[in-house]
């Protein structure tokens, strides 16, 4: 039986998160939980998961910033990043142009509102190392 794989979850969003969280419990995989950016870089530097399930609006620090963070750092480059985005509301936004050229580092994305199945498609094909 292999390890059970931590993945964290952030978002703004405490029911998104529990939703995100469960599936990925009932598919066996350790779940750490964050609600914003400065949270998941702590989280992240503290339990290194294997991924992260990263929203791009989010208070405090959003997740181009944290995602352009962890893969600059060559202590956590390797850990997968899937970016949850909202891509319709978000791309009026200075916020998100802004970023934009930035968008390459993430692993994958997933739109909002998230497919759970989909969702789990896209973290095992990341994580079958």
């Known amino acids: 039986m292999s390890e059970m794989k931590l993945i964290l979850v952030v978002d703004d969003d405490p029911d998104l998160v529990e939703a995100v969280s469960m599936k990925l419990e009932a598919e066996n995989y350790r779940v750490a939980k964050a609600y914003d950016g400065v949270e998941a870089m702590e989280s992240i530097k503290a339990e290194k998961p294997a991924l992260v399930v990263l929203d791009v609006m989010m208070p405090r620090k959003n997740g181009w910033v944290v995602c352009d963070e962890i893969k600059k750092n060559d202590q956590l480059k390797d850990i997968a990043v899937v970016m ?46």
Do not use: F, N, R
């Open 84 to 129: 949850l985005t909202a891509v319709a509301d978000a791309v009026q936004t200075t916020s998100y142009t802004h970023y934009e050229g930035k968008t390459t580092l993430a692993d994958d994305y997933i739109p909002k509102p998230i497919d759970l199945d989909k969702l789990m498609e896209i973290i095992e094909d990341h994580l079958k190392a």
